[in-house]
């Protein structure tokens, strides 16, 4: 009997989820629990725009249409293109809206069995002899549950939607302790524009954290309030924002997602030539570090505005690629083998909680990845390997990321990720044309082709 695929979300992630599976032969049912697909891109602020150069942040078989000529679109622009790629590849026809799930349970082997189990799912495979997943999913119209029973489940929940973070405030000395409004930067994405633009017009606003809501909420106010009223900004960490992709005309692919930049940076399981040309190189990580600062420094006129002092502090951080601080702030990470597989949990994946420079390229390969092994080209190693490898993984971004250790992510070892997954599927890796390309090219999806 044909194997039954449970997909839980339809943003970018579970769109890609159901796209591969649809074309291996199975037929997944995705539920969403909103009333559309996009994930985070129904609901941001007016001026979001996507953060990753285009480029990067496409479809392998979907480029972008050709009038949509921005580096960087809009949120518009993004679900646009989204609905697009859901029409052409038919995916509506699996997707169930309003269906919110409210708890999953496995029913087959007693826990004793499953401890015993030297393979994931017992035998390696993605799916268990005797196990199954209960899907609980209830109806938000309706308010009616329902449970089905499936062979495999894939988590594609995001780690930015529905669940506003909230610092635990002592007694007293939370929002109540405040005699005006205070609202979390999700409830303000979900005010339709005109709604936020009332909600901030003329008002004294003080937005807490620097990252990407922070800062463009931080815009959309200090647009519609000008010099009256102005927005200040509170943060505890300061962190650059690099003003463009191209510091000093070098598109930061070069510095950042090549092979070579990937030779300058420690990597898992590197073995002792790369572990040596990556300690020799180092002051090459720090020569291109300086040049990305003092473009930094010279676009954004720091010293004119007296931020030269401030500036200095670059020199003494190990300086991440752009993005990369950005994902890697977060608190949870899980021990998944290639980010996707938690080796004690049997028949289910999570695809897009560790997320990267772009996010769709890295969901995208490895949701082709997973496919592979749903359909049996390749078997996962014993459990005690998986979570060798896992710890590898985690010890050297510990080491890489230092203080931003945390958050499941990928940090700069994109390609070095990426090289793993195409060795499990049978993939040649490299996949450019000629030495110096393969050595120097930013690496991007159109590679996977
Ligand atoms: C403002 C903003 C800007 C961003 N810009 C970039 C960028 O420039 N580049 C980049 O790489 N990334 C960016 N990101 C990160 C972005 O989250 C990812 O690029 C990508 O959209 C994540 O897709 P996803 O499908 O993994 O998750 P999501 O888009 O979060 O989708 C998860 C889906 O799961 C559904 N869901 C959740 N729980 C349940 C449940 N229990 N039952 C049923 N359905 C459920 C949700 O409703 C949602 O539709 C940005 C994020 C934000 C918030």
Not at 120 to 129: I, M, Q, V, Y
Not at 399 to 422: K, P
């Amino acid at each position: 009997m044909a194997k039954q695929v449970a997909i839980v979300g339809a943003g970018i992630s579970g769109l890609l989820a159901c796209k591969y599976t649809l074309s291996k032969g199975f037929d997944p049912v995705v539920f969403e629990s909103r009333d559309s697909i996009g994930g985070v891109w129904t609901k941001t602020i007016q001026s979001t725009k996507l953060q990753t150069p285009k480029s990067l942040y496409q479809f392998s078989d979907f480029p972008w249409p050709p009038q949509v000529t921005e580096d960087f679109p809009t949120q518009n622009q993004v679900l646009d293109y989204l609905q697009a790629y859901a029409h052409h590849f038919n995916l509506f026809k699996n997707i169930r809206f309003n269906s919110k799930v409210v708890s999953l349970s496995y029913e087959g082997p007693s826990d004793a069995e499953m401890e015993a189990w030297a393979f994931w799912s017992e035998t390696g495979e993605p799916f268990a002899p005797k196990g199954k997943w209960n899907v609980t999913v209830e109806n938000t119209s309706s308010r009616t549950t329902e449970t089905y029973q499936v062979d495999f489940v894939i988590l594609c929940l995001g780690r930015y939607s529905d669940v506003p973070k909230f610092p635990n405030f002592p007694a007293n000395k939370g929002p109540e302790a405040f005699p005006g409004k205070v609202i979390h930067s999700m409830e303000y994405s979900n005010m339709d524009h005109a709604t936020a633009h009332k909600f901030i017009q003329g008002k004294q606003v003080t937005v807490v954290g620097f990252q990407k809501s922070g800062m463009d909420i931080s815009m959309e106010i200090s647009t519609a309030n000008g010099i009256e009223h102005p927005c200040t900004l509170l943060y505890r960490t300061e962190h650059w924002n690099i003003p463009d992709y191209i510091p000093w005309g070098v598109p930061l692919g070069y510095l950042y997602q090549s092979r070579f930049s990937e030779l300058l940076i420690h990597k898992p399981a590197e073995g002792l030539l790369l572990s040596l040309l990556a300690t020799i190189f180092s002051p090459l990580r720090w020569g291109i570090s300086k040049f990305v600062e003092s473009h930094i420094k010279r676009k954004l006129r720091l010293a004119q505005h007296g931020l030269r002092k401030e500036a200095s502090n670059l020199r003494k951080r190990k300086v991440l690629p752009f993005a990369v601080k950005d994902c890697v702030t977060g608190k949870t990470r899980l021990p998944l083998y290639r980010e996707c597989i938690h080796p004690r949990i049997p028949q289910l994946a999570l695809v897009g909680l560790s997320v990267s420079v772009a996010d769709l390229f890295t969901s995208e390969i490895r949701c082709r990845w997973l496919v592979e092994l749903l359909s049996g080209t390749f078997k996962l190693p014993s459990l005690k390997e998986m979570e060798s490898n896992v710890s590898q993984w985690n010890d050297s971004m510990k080491q890489s990321l230092g203080e931003y250790y945390e958050r499941s992510c990928l940090g700069a070892l994109q390609i070095w990720y990426i090289d793993q997954l195409c060795k499990d599927m049978g993939w040649n890796p490299r996949r450019k044309k000629g030495l110096l390309r393969e050595l120097f090219e930013p690496y991007g999806p159109l590679d996977y082709v």
